[in-house]
């Protein structure tokens, strides 16, 4: 199920698919995603809901797959990916495509006002707390704390917001 908040802006050049399995997609007010956001559920049962006063940027995936929050005034720029499932891959005899997926990390969480640098990668499991900032073309897979930047693969604190 679709819920797009009647103030939020979504271009007609973004994508968001229904999903088959009931998970629900839901913009918060005076959110705006820009063309070519995909929202694609696949990976899993989570829901995708995004607060109010949102900006998702050109060329961002998100993927429902365990579930993904994205707080207020949550700044997200172009090409990151949001991708809160992994694939099973201990079975050696069997490709991995037919595995399935291993057991939810617990989605992803962005917490209110955090700016998300271009090309950044969340992975299941990433929890990033209010304030905080990610530099571009980082890969999140735990916990980041309120007003922390973080930046690097794998991403690690090198700086905090000042008071």
Same mark, same amino acid.
Not at 57 to 66: D, F
Not at 152 to 157: E, I, L, M, Q, T
């Given at each position: 199920m !679709?819920? !797009?908040? #009647?103030?939020?802006?979504?271009s007609p050049l973004a994508d968001i698919e229904d999903s088959v399995r009931g998970t629900l997609i839901r913009v918060g007010p005076n959110t705006v995603i820009d063309s070519f956001v995909k929202i694609k559920p696949a990976g899993g049962m989570g829901d995708v809901v995004i607060g109010a006063d949102c900006a *998702?940027? $050109?060329?961002?995936? !998100?993927?429902? /797959?365990?579930?993904?929050?994205i707080g207020d005034a949550v700044a997200i720029a172009a090409n990151c990916t949001f991708a809160p499932t992994n694939h099973a891959i %201990? =079975?050696?005899?069997?490709? *991995?495509? =037919?595995?399935?997926?291993? #057991? $939810?990390? /617990? /989605? *992803?969480?962005?917490?209110?006002?955090?700016? !998300?640098? $271009?090309?950044?990668v969340l992975l299941d499991g990433a929890v990033v707390r209010k304030g905080a900032v990610i530099a571009a073309g980082s890969v999140v897979r735990g916990e980041v704390e309120a007003y922390a930047i973080f930046? /690097?693969? #794998? %991403?690690?604190?090198i700086g905090e917001r000042g008071a």
């Open positions: !679709i819920e !797009i908040h #009647p103030t939020a802006k979504v *998702i940027n $050109s060329g961002t995936v !998100i993927y429902t /797959g365990n579930g993904v929050r %201990a =079975d050696r005899t069997k490709r *991995i495509r =037919d595995q399935g997926f291993m #057991p $939810s990390r /617990g /989605g *992803i969480l962005v917490e209110d006002d955090v700016w !998300i640098g $271009s090309n950044c930046g /690097g693969v #794998p %991403a690690r604190k």
